[in-house]
C-alpha cells in the first residue's frame, strides 16, 4: 500500500531523480535521444522544480512504498495550470509512477489524492493533458471517470505530438 506525502523544498533533488527516472521509463522508446535529453533539460532542471514546489498553486505528492518513492504527482490550480482555465478547475499535470510499482495501486492512490486536493479546494473539474499513445495512461484515466474533451500540442523537442486533454466533472 502506498503512503502519499506532500513534497517540500528540501526534496527538490528526489522529485528531480523520480521525474526523469519515470519519464524516460515512460517515453524513451517513443522519441530520439536528443529530443528525450532537450525535453528533460528544460521541463526537470533543479532551479525550475524549485520554483514549481515553490509555488502556492502547485502541489507535489510523492507515493511511497515501504521507504522508496514509486512516483509522484503534480496538481496545478488557478495561474499555475498549463493551459486557461477557470476557477473551477484544477489541473493533474504529472502522475507517473516507476514501472516495478505500476499496476499495485500506487496511482490509484496517487489519483484518490488528486480527487482529495480537488474536493478541499473547492474545484469542480480536474483535467489533464495525456499523449494520445500512451494507451496505459490513457485506459487507467477513462476507468477514472475522464472523457476526452480536447486536444493540444506538446513538443518533444522539435517533435510535435498531440495531447488528448481528458476531463473529470466533480
Known amino acids: 500500500m502506498a ?5 517540500t523544498a528540501s526534496d527538490a533533488q528526489q ?5 526523469i527516472l519515470t519519464y524516460k521509463e515512460t517515453f524513451d522508446e517513443h522519441n530520439s535521444v536528443e ?3 532537450a525535453y528533460l533539460e528544460v521541463a526537470y532542471n533543479l532551479p525550475k522544480l524549485e520554483k514549481e514546489l515553490a509555488n502556492p498553486n ?10 522508496e518513492v514509486a512516483g509522484y504527482l503534480k496538481l496545478n490550480t488557478d495561474a499555475a495550470q498549463t493551459e486557461p482555465m477557470d476557477g473551477k478547475s484544477m489541473e493533474l499535470e504529472r502522475i507517473y509512477i516507476l514501472k516495478r510499482f505500476q499496476k499495485n495501486g500506487v496511482g ?34 477513462e476507468k477514472k471517470g475522464f472523457v476526452e ?4 500540442s506538446f513538443f518533444m523537442g522539435d517533435d510535435e505530438q498531440t495531447d488528448l486533454i481528458l476531463t473529470k466533472t466533480l
Open 35 to 37: 529530443n528525450m535529453n
Open 108 to 141: 490509484k492512490a496517487l489519483m484518490d489524492k488528486a480527487l482529495e486536493m480537488a474536493e478541499q479546494l473547492g474545484k469542480e473539474k480536474i483535467w489533464l493533458g495525456v499523449w494520445e499513445h500512451n494507451d496505459n495512461a490513457r485506459a487507467f484515466y
Open 3 to 7: 503512503v502519499i506525502k506532500q513534497c
Open 15 to 19: 522529485l528531480q531523480d523520480i521525474s
Open 149 to 152: 474533451t480536447g486536444s493540444h
Open 58 to 67: 502547485s502541489y507535489f505528492y510523492f507515493a511511497l512504498v515501504d521507504t
